[in-house]
């Protein structure tokens, strides 16, 4: 096994890597930095983001704005100190991502554009026409090329941890082209490898979101906290699940049901505002957990669209008109017209819920650092704490570079203090890994991950969907179970070949997927209320119960069981937790604390 | 799937570990309507031929992973819908690349490529503490087709040139550069120029054009490359007059 | 460690033009130089010995070819004016304004041309 040296390793080269890679390069130039990714860096799914990033912009915007808007999407399940640094940090990255060439649309003057977005009480979301995470992710790549210190790895699967008296000393990767596997040691390994959304069978995301970085560190004894909190973005094609930005409805996009009905005003987001002239934190500016259960009920009560590939609801942006659709949301029409033959300029798009982000993940300090020192995560497959129980539109992006940077310049302070880690121990460790390998290349059996992957995502969508009850969270709970049993029985046949074995991999993925579901579904069954995108509709369960379960959950890897769940404090700095009200109620509500603050 | 109807599709196959030249192989796929080829590939992995290689993620058109030839041209997979082949298609690794294995081909030239452009803003000096520049619209307008290439590989595999000097940089790496060179924010042309002012930069392009044709995302490498030969011939000039001016004043210092 | 890779390069024959109609339209407009040999050939014929231009530009056969020269630099004309505007970084309309006003001109051109040597 070929072993190769670095300061820090950087597991995935996503929008958070990628920043993070830079980041520790800036701080210490000395340092070796090697950016692993099971794919090219412009192929992660960052690339699939849309409408935008958030950053306080406008003059009668502000932090505590920023803050309030993030830590009340969250359902007050966020660590308070961490959204304070965030929201301080948004301005700083966007200017950054700027002045690294980030092409943001802008205002006739030569400034950049802000838009609406939802639960934000102000616009303040940079965005790069409806591809803005696309260029991110090619800004940060391209600028990433200036640093002849980061060195790619690309297409190497991440397969385990290195890790020495508690500390992280490294990794070990697949290198897929050749087949063989690498041993990356290193002072710091920052994990940046994505969510899970493919635990989900209708899901906006990549193939590759599959949850293995996750998945790691969890069978290392790592946390995965507040994995029960799973966002359905409420647009997503039917069939496909492919997104449509929420920016569509920044822009005065509307949504109908099947009598052509504003539904959102029957679900707390009222009054309806008037055609075109959205307003903040009403109506389709609600947040995504709302507006994805106002769709729920809508569907239980028989009002919406039937088509072959199921129930859906109607996204106008007519009214827009041409001109305005080609300049700001070009792509969606893109989207709509290749998969669904459908121009919106002339026609509603029809959208239903999905699944679309995990506002949980790998357990983390303020500072991106695990309960392994010298292990940091960051993105999507990080908790920080900073989305809560439900995350805002656009704060997803932003978190990548705030968090990105934070965890690349943390690790390059800490990777310099290793204790010098045997390398006979390390060897040892990664010849473990490999045999491991070579023992699932072998495995024979009559069971096919493709019938597993397809059968949990099945089960996480009854049972971990956007309303859920004990009985069918059980349900969830047995089925993973039996396919954790089951998968052990998968025939790899594709068990001689090394270069692009994509067989394999697709197995691995999929363990750790169920690894990850079942931290989700365990996590959800054992939070008995209604938070955030965590909705119950067993007796008991309907509201947010603060007394008992204003605090994080923390799964834990139990080999062959299942997860053991604990929990966690929150952080409250200057918010306490109040009722969580959009429309006209969060307006007086606004108004009222704002007549406090003055009085 | 609704409505699923059967076609027969013949797929490229190579095991570099088996076979010793690619050979072609009949599938049958269950398709309706809304059935693109990646996800035609996808239910084959599932169900036929689990040790069926390709690049998949995004499935939308916008990460650049499932470039492939499709009855001979350059497509993505996830992008074209079998609806539009009623006859049944070819799919191949895409062209002008060594393959690795049945559609995986080797991209490290044209990553090597695009890093030697320096895609990347050169002699600004703001930092963030000084705030965004300004750009505007009109500005943005002059590069921003060309910041839309996903870095797909179609237009390598639509290249002849590229197919007959592997060594030339191609048009979706001198795309990118020229992107930087129109970005009112940047500073490095000429050091860019250095690079496409060569023989197996931008004058190994003669302008077939057919990268622009096969382009997903209407980025126009073809109109870059046209664009990039103007800018290194008035570059050539202007260094020959800079020249001449040069020895005229090192004369006069002479004198 | 022996790698297991073994890429297959597929070889570009010479005859890769014919597998695409792009292809074979691009040879086509490449082709179109051999009659502007031609022609250049024949004004130095007219250059250096006027009486045998006379002479030859009556025959049948040379006819033939001055006739599928002007439609060669016709074609040839046409896609240069289709393509030359990617060479100009300008918005869409503006291109193809400019586009009209080429044609505008070559043919103004020509006309005047034509004009003269029959005057």
């Given at each position: 096994m070929q072993t190769l040296n670095f300061d820090i390793a950087v597991v995935g080269a996503g929008g958070a890597g990628l920043r993070a890679a830079i980041a520790a390069s800036e701080t210490r130039p000395d340092l070796k930095v090697a950016l692993v990714s099971k794919v090219y860096p412009m192929r992660s799914h960052t690339v699939a983001a849309e409408g935008g990033s958030a950053a306080v912009q406008q003059e009668h915007d502000s932090l505590e704005l920023h803050f309030s808007d993030t830590v009340s999407g969250g359902d007050w399940l966020c660590e308070q100190d961490v959204v304070e640094y965030f929201v301080r940090r948004c301005p700083h990255e966007m200017v950054q991502m700027e002045q690294w060439g980030c092409p943001w649309s802008r205002k006739p003057d030569g400034g950049v554009a802000v838009r609406n977005f939802g639960g934000m009480k102000v616009p303040r979301t940079w965005f790069a026409a409806d591809k803005t995470g696309f260029h991110m992710l090619h800004t940060l790549f391209q600028t990433s090329l200036k640093f002849p210190q980061i060195h790619r790895l690309d297409e190497h699967f991440f397969l385990d941890l290195l890790v020495e008296d508690g500390r992280a000393a490294g990794i070990v990767a697949l290198n897929m082209m050749e087949g063989e596997l690498v041993q990356v040691r290193a002072g710091a390994v920052v994990l940046a490898t994505g969510g899970a959304g493919r635990v989900y069978r209708y899901n906006t995301n990549a193939s590759i979101v599959t949850g293995e970085g996750m998945g790691v560190a969890y069978r290392k004894g790592v946390a995965l906290r507040d994995m029960e909190f799973v966002q359905y973005h409420p647009t997503g094609l039917p069939g496909s699940g492919i997104l449509i930005t929420e920016a569509s409805r920044g822009e005065g996009g509307v949504l109908l049901n099947k009598d052509g009905y504003r539904y959102l005003q029957d679900y707390g987001l009222g009054p309806e505002t008037p055609l075109g002239q959205p307003k903040p934190k009403h109506m389709e500016l609600g947040p995504r957990d709302k507006v994805s259960q106002a769709f729920w009920h809508e569907w239980r009560a028989g009002r919406m669209v039937s088509t072959p590939y199921g129930e859906v609801s109607l996204l106008d942006i007519r009214h827009l008109g041409r001109e305005k659709i080609l300049e700001r949301l070009p792509f969606i029409r893109e989207l709509s017209m290749q998969y669904m033959g459908i121009d919106p300029i002339d026609d509603p798009i029809p959208v239903r819920p999905t699944a679309h982000?995990?506002?949980?993940?790998?357990a983390t300090d303020a500072n991106c650092e695990t309960s392994i020192r010298g292990l940091y995560a960051a993105g999507e497959c990080s908790s920080v704490g900073m989305h809560g129980a439900n995350r805002l539109g656009s704060n997803s992006l932003a978190e990548l570079l705030v968090f990105g940077e934070a965890a690349g310049r943390n690790a390059a302070e800490r990777c310099g203090e290793s204790g010098g880690s045997s390398s006979s121990s390390l060897d040892a460790q990664a010849g473990d890994v490999e045999s491991r390998f070579k023992a699932l290349l072998r495995q024979k059996g009559k069971e096919k991950w493709s019938v597993i992957r397809d059968e949990m995502g099945l089960a996480m969508e009854d049972g971990c969907g956007i309303y859920r009850s004990e009985e069918l969270m059980q349900k969830t709970i047995d089925k993973l179970a039996e396919l954790q049993d089951r998968i052990s029985h998968v025939g790899v046949a594709d068990n001689s070949a090394s270069v692009f074995n994509t067989d394999i991999l697709n197995l691995i993925e999929i363990s750790h997927g169920l690894d990850v579901a079942e931290a989700m579904a365990h996590s959800a069954i054992q939070r008995r209320e209604s938070r955030g995108a965590h909705q119950r509709l067993d007796e008991g369960c309907r509201e947010r119960d603060d007394e008992n379960f204003l605090k994080h959950s923390l799964a834990y890897y139990n080999k062959g069981a299942a997860p053991r769940i604990d929990y966690g404090p929150i952080k409250i700095t200057k918010l306490p937790p109040a009722k969580r009200a959009y429309g006209a109620e969060g307006a007086s509500q606004d108004e009222k604390n704002k007549e406090k603050a003055n009085g | 799937m609704a409505d699923e109807k059967k076609l027969l599709l013949k797929i490229q196959r190579y095991n570099p570990e088996r076979d010793s030249a690619p050979y072609f192989a009949p599938y049958e796929i269950l398709w309706d309507d809304q059935t693109s080829f990646l996800d035609a590939l996808q239910y084959l992995k599932d169900n036929v031929c689990p040790d069926l290689s390709f690049r998949s993620s995004c499935r939308m058109a916008i990460c650049g992973s499932c470039g492939v030839m499709i009855d001979g041209v350059p497509k993505l997979a996830c992008k074209t819908?079998?609806?539009?082949y009623p006859h049944g298609a070819t799919v191949e690794p895409l062209a002008n690349f060594p393959v690795e294995r049945d559609l995986v081909v080797d991209l490290s030239h044209f990553l090597e490529y695009i890093e030697a452009l320096k895609p990347y803003v050169i002699g600004?000096?703001?930092?963030?503490?000084?705030?965004p520049n300004t750009q505007t619209p009109a500005q943005l307008a002059r590069y921003h087709k060309f910041s839309m290439c996903i870095n797909c590989g179609l237009c390598y595999a639509a290249c002849p040139q590229f197919g007959l000097n592997p060594a030339f940089l191609g048009p979706a790496a001198i795309t990118l550069g020229h992107r930087y060179n129109l970005d009112?924010?940047?500073?490095g042309k000429n050091e860019r120029l250095r690079t496409m002012n060569t023989e197996n930069g931008v004058w190994s392009c003669t302008f077939v054009g057919y990268c622009s044709e096969v382009c997903p995302k209407h980025a126009d490498p073809a109109a870059a490359l046209q664009q990039c030969k103007a800018d290194s011939a008035l570059n050539f000039v202007a260094s020959v007059l800079k020249c001449k001016k040069n020895k005229e004043v090192s004369h006069g210092d002479k004198t | 460690m022996a790698t297991k890779r073994k890429p297959y390069v597929r070889e570009v024959g010479c005859c890769w033009w014919k597998s695409n109609p792009y292809y074979r339209f691009y040879m086509l407009r490449e082709s179109c130089s051999v009659f502007t040999v031609w022609v250049s050939l024949l004004l130095l014929l007219f250059l250096f010995s006027p009486s045998s231009f006379a002479a030859l530009i009556r025959h049948p056969v040379i006819c033939l070819l001055n006739f599928a020269a002007l439609l060669a630099s016709l074609l040839h004309t046409k896609t240069w004016y289709d393509l030359t505007p990617k060479a100009l970084n300008l918005p869409e309309d503006k291109l193809a304004a400019i586009v009209k006003w080429l044609w505008v001109v070559t043919i103004a051109f020509s006309a005047l041309a034509l004009l003269l040597s029959l005057l």
């Open positions: 982000y995990t506002m949980g993940g790998i | 819908f079998v609806r539009n600004n000096t703001r930092s963030p503490a000084d705030g009112s924010r940047d500073y | -």
